[in-house]
């Protein structure tokens, strides 16, 4: 019996009416080249709010404030290093920032601002991360 538990945070940054989503390099060995929110894992004692700072910081350069939750969604994967499952709970934070001035980190190959309609699109065709469509599919 599998008990591995994670925790990942991840925000949706609305500037100027469109959406922030990453693409994931395409040497990636999960979710190549689909578009996904920035964010990541939570390190063990650090808090929530915090690593979503760090995290979209590190990927996109940009400094957030955390507005208010979004969704909450159960994401489930492989560790690629240790080949173990895990099931993984993200927490999806409605997140603000003064610029939109984005600097990509070398985990992903390019970003765009999309509308939600864009976003809707990219659902339909199946190009944004299991992670984002489960996200943006609200309840």
Not at 50 to 56: K, M, N, S, V
Not at 83 to 91: A, G, R
Request: aromatic content about 8%.
């Amino acid at each position: 019996m599998n008990d591995l538990w994670g925790l990942t945070v991840r925000g949706i940054c609305e500037v100027n009416g469109k959406i922030l989503l990453l693409k994931v390099r395409s040497k990636s060995s999960h979710d190549a080249n689909r578009w996904e929110i920035p964010g990541g894992k939570v390190k063990k004692c650090e808090f929530f709010d915090d690593a979503l700072r760090r995290e979209f910081l590190e990927e996109t350069g940009l400094t957030i404030t955390i507005e208010s939750l979004y969704n909450v969604i159960q994401n489930n994967y492989t560790a690629c290093k240790t080949k173990e499952e895990v099931k993984s709970i993200q927490l999806i934070m409605k997140v603000t920032s003064d610029s939109d001035e984005v600097t990509i980190s070398e985990e992903h190959d390019g970003f765009k601002w999309f509308t939600r309609d864009e976003v809707d699109q990219l659902i339909e065709k199946d190009l944004l991360t299991r992670a984002a469509m489960n996200s943006f599919k609200r309840n």
